[in-house]
């Protein structure tokens, strides 16, 4: 099994900063690519960054420049720093992780809030 778990949500005045993380862990070979995706209430959930074994990155147009996602291998962790922080951004935020153990399987945690007041 494989179970990935976020922390580092909470409340946070607009401008400001979180960080999150999110540490897998399990019967893992490889992971493919690990991610962060939010859903706002009422909303779809939506891919926020993603960063690949190789380290290429993709990020939503609406956090560009705004957020980073980074990882360590190490201690199969993957990070998303928030910067600039704006109330669109509040939402319950999700790792996601494609992960090898026996086959590729995707994986989710479960969530962590953020919620940026005006």
């Known amino acids: 099994q494989v179970q990935l778990v976020e922390s580092g949500g909470g409340l946070v005045q607009a401008g400001g900063s979180l960080r999150l993380s999110c540490a897998a862990s399990?019967?893992?070979?490889?992971?493919?690519?690990m991610g962060w995706y939010r859903q706002p209430p009422g909303r779809q959930r939506e891919l926020v960054a993603r960063?690949?074994?190789?380290?290429?990155?993709v990020y939503a147009d609406s956090v560009q420049g705004r957020f980073t996602i980074s990882k360590d291998d190490t201690k199969r962790t993957a990070y998303l720093q928030m910067n600039s922080l704006r109330p669109e951004d509040t939402a319950k935020y999700y790792c996601g992780a494609q992960v090898y153990t026996t086959d590729y399987g995707d994986y989710w945690g479960r969530g962590t809030q953020v919620t940026v007041s005006s």
């Open positions: 399990g019967s893992i070979f490889s992971i493919n690519h």
């Open positions: 960063i690949f074994s190789t380290g290429e990155t």
